[in-house]
């Protein structure tokens, strides 16, 4: 009998689209050379056309191939956080058309870790275009059971692999331009970068890439990050129902809590199912307890801070 992971890369290579878990979170998977599967891609989740996907790979060396130039820190790079949640900008070859870059002339490589996404890149042996497997902007799926709520039949096929270890989207370090740039945190973080080469901000001259819209990762339910000492205030004069996430124990006056983990890593990997459950929860409002303004958690403050941007 034929796995549900071969069946999707043969559904891959017809066209369809697939989604998958990776480390980070659920991919919606379309072959990145095929520019109809790629155009039904966009249209799902409903991405702007100039927004560029990140391309997958079973490989560094597949990964490459699709790039003109690789310098020795994308190598290097590779060599040490591959397989694993980096991607990694570069200038494409012609391998990497314009229905997957936005129509700029870089490209967005990446190799996941996890082992179901590794069996389906194997099987089809060539690049997969791969945004979050949900409506663009909103919060990122880290189960299948996100996937199938976000899309339904809109996708052939949903693999099962569990929550998402990670829970947050990959880093992302453009090499495009001559040296190192990090566009987006994520759980490796900028100075576990600068332990293989120095890494600038993001900058003006930047690409265009997934994640940079000043709105995103957020719940349908407008939400506001606040510091721990404007919280209490908050609570204290709201009217509507309002749900918290938060580091503290459950306050009463509050129609529904959630309390979250102290420590980065566990907080990122829990941050979206629980963003997805306060916006199920029937009220008003959500405010976010804003993390420690600290290093490690840059990752989980940029999500938090597009999540609740424009509330």
């Known amino acids: 009998m034929k796995s549900e992971v071969a069946r999707g890369a043969e559904i891959l290579k017809a066209g369809g689209l697939v989604a998958f ?3 980070t ?3 919606l998977g379309a072959d990145a050379s095929n520019a109809r599967a790629v155009a039904r891609l966009y249209a799902v989740k409903g991405r702007p056309a100039d927004h560029p996907v990140i391309v997958h790979f079973a490989s560094a060396e597949q990964a490459f191939a699709w790039a003109r130039e690789v310098p020795d820190a994308a190598r290097r790079l590779a060599e040490r956080f591959w397989p694993g949640p980096l991607t990694l900008i570069l200038k494409r070859s012609e391998l990497a058309q314009d229905f997957v870059t936005g129509g700029q002339d870089s490209v967005g490589l990446r190799v996941p870790s996890h082992p179901v996404a590794h069996e389906l890149l194997s099987i089809f042996g ?12 909103l919060v990122s799926p880290t ?15 949903v693999l099962e692999g569990g929550p998402s270890e990670v829970g947050i989207e990959s880093t992302i370090v453009d090499l495009s331009g001559g ?62 129902r309002v749900a918290v996430l938060a580091f503290s124990r459950p306050d009463e006056r509050v129609d529904y809590w959630l309390r979250m983990p102290r420590e980065p890593a566990a907080y990122a990997r829990r941050l979206y199912a629980a963003l997805r459950e306060l916006d199920s929860a029937g009220c008003e409002a959500i405010l976010v307890e804003a993390p420690p303004d600290a290093p490690e958690w840059a990752a989980v403050r940029d999500r938090l801070r597009r999540a609740c941007s424009g509330a």
């Open 126 to 137: 060539s690049g997969v275009a791969a945004p979050s497997a949900n409506r663009f902007g």
């Open 143 to 157: 189960t299948a059971a996100h996937v199938r709520e976000d899309l339904g039949a809109d996708v052939e096929l």
């Open 25 to 27: 979170v659920y991919g």
């Open 21 to 23: 878990p990776t480390e």
């Open 179 to 240: 040296g190192a740039v990090l566009l987006r945190p994520g759980a490796i973080t900028k100075q576990q970068i600068e332990e293989v080469m120095k890494v600038t901000e993001k900058n003006l001259a930047a690409p265009r890439h997934p994640g940079s819209l000043e709105r995103h990762y957020a719940p349908r339910t407008p939400a506001r990050l606040l510091p721990a000492h404007e919280l209490d205030r908050q609570i204290a004069v709201m009217t509507d």
